[in-house]
């Protein structure tokens, strides 16, 4: 019997869990004033601890069974019943949180059939943390067991397309995602990112947002950002943390009059080896509108375009599928920024929660990409190493 309730309150515990960590998962991609969303941020945090220390302090006050004795019988307390409806409700989401992992590990599965995933170089900067890191307490969280801020993941994923044209078969994108140019991570980080990727020498560059966390670092841009080349362009969006920032469209002028190429709320088409490639941006929900696709003329094509959307979170994956996109790029979610082995992510800023924390999904007529990033605001990535990847697109057979 002791053991029964010991596995219940066990399950219990981690359903709670569960239920505070999607809340905050979920308040985090919504579109209000960042002040409102720490708040929200800090009550889950709260709440995820209080709520067990006042079940634990209730129980210990609770005589050896959880009633009263009344000359009347047994009468049961309000307080009791409501421990035991919220533990019922923690045991449901116990399990949905299994079912959903299943569900999720399972969709990562199938989309391994999609693209094929080598690993080119593996970047560990620890021993230069004092130049690459501006704060004490930065290095400090940067000794954390686990903590891989300084550990860099470049990638190659051969991304395996149904509708590819054969002109663009082999075609490059290197992609990278939430710099996050704040003032912890030092100038000479961003310099080596930029070395790194311009290494991989692709046919595009494209970041999916969260560029600047601070106006101080806007003059970043001319010094690191400014130095990336493609043939085809540098592309970028703008994030939710450009909201932090005194003006978030200065910091796409910024990043503009370095040479990159917004595509935030526009649609603009190139021609790569003869064959014409539609660039779309999408912001949403934090810089609205996205880009009108109802203004593409069919007509004006004679082959259909290859699309492709650069958004900033994967919550828009359905927009790109209901307009049609070939491909998505998306960032925002940092890989869940701390992962535990064989488990995965245990939060991540999406609607959906962590299932699109990081790596390939395909819903038709659209893959998607979502880059694991290259910083955050947080000096914390557990077991979550950043990444700069590079697409290499196929003709799937």
Known sequence: ?????????????????????????????????????????????????????LFLAWWMMQPQRAALETGNG?????????????????????????LLWLFYWSESHAAANYFREQLVERLVFDNEADQLLAKKSVRTAHKFPGNQILRMEVNRKELLLRRLPEQLDGLTITHISDLHLKGHMAEAFYHKIVDQVNDLQSDLIVISGDIFDRDQCFPWSARTLSRLSAPCGVYFILGNHENRTSDPEL???????????????????????????????????WHPPAADMSTVDPASYDQPPFKLLVAHTPDQFGWACTHDFDLMLAGHVHGGQIRLPGLGPIVSPSIYGTRYACGVFYSTPTMMHVSRGISGTTPLRIYCSPEITQLVLRQAK
């Open 1 to 53: 019997m002791y053991l029964l309730m010991a596995i219940l309150v066990l399950f219990a515990g981690i359903g709670h869990l569960a239920i505070w960590t999607r809340l905050h998962s979920f308040i985090h991609a919504l579109p209000y004033r960042q002040w409102l969303i720490d708040i929200g941020e800090y009550s889950t945090y709260l709440m995820s601890l209080l709520l067990p220390a």
């Open 74 to 98: 047994t009468e049961t307390t309000t307080l009791y019943y409501l421990w035991y409806a919220y533990g019922v409700v923690c045991i449901l989401a116990f399990v949905a949180a299994c």
């Open 251 to 285: 910091a796409r002028k910024t990043l503009i009059d370095d040479g990159l190429i917004s595509l935030g709320g526009r649609h603009r088409t190139l021609m790569i080896r003869d064959y014409p490639v539609l660039l779309a941006g999408n912001e949403l929900p």
